[in-house]
Nanobody, 121 residues
Framework: QVQLVESGGGLVQPGGSLRLFCAASGSIFRIYDMGWYRQAPGKERELVAT???????NYADSVKGRFTISRDNAKNTVYLQMNSLKLEDTAVYYC???????????????WGQGTQVTVSS
């Protein structure tokens, strides 16, 4: 039983910043890749950024240079620092993690509940 809990979303003005948090908990054996995705109304969920257990990162072109993904393996937490926010960044942001559960050592792709980020003047 694994759970991802996100926090840090909110309302910000264009050009502002937010820092998202996602903590994994439960029967975790090992966490592999983690990432952030987002979904705007009427659009498909899209990749924002990923980070491997070794710290290698990947970003969508639309956020490169503005967003930074990081993780604290000791805390089973992944972060997304969002700077220079734009109106088009408005979306529900979802945490994602590839996790091997202690229960049967099953691998799974887990999602958080989502946190709303609204960029508005």
């Amino acid at each position: 039983q694994v759970q991802l809990v996100e926090s840090g979303g909110g309302l910000v003005q264009p050009g502002g910043s937010l820092r998202l948090f996602c903590a994994a908990s439960g029967s975790i054996f090992r966490i592999y890749d983690m990432g952030w995705y987002r979904q705007a109304p009427g659009k498909e969920r899209e990749l924002v950024a990923t980070i491997t257990s070794g710290g290698n990162t990947n970003y969508a072109d639309s956020v490169k240079g503005r967003f930074t993904i990081s993780r604290d393996n000791a805390k089973n937490t992944v972060y997304l620092q969002m700077n220079s926010l734009k109106l088009e960044d408005t979306a529900v942001y979802y945490c994602n993690a590839q996790i091997r559960s202690r229960i049967g050592l099953r691998d799974g792709n887990y999602w958080g509940q989502g946190t709303q980020v609204t960029v508005s003047s």
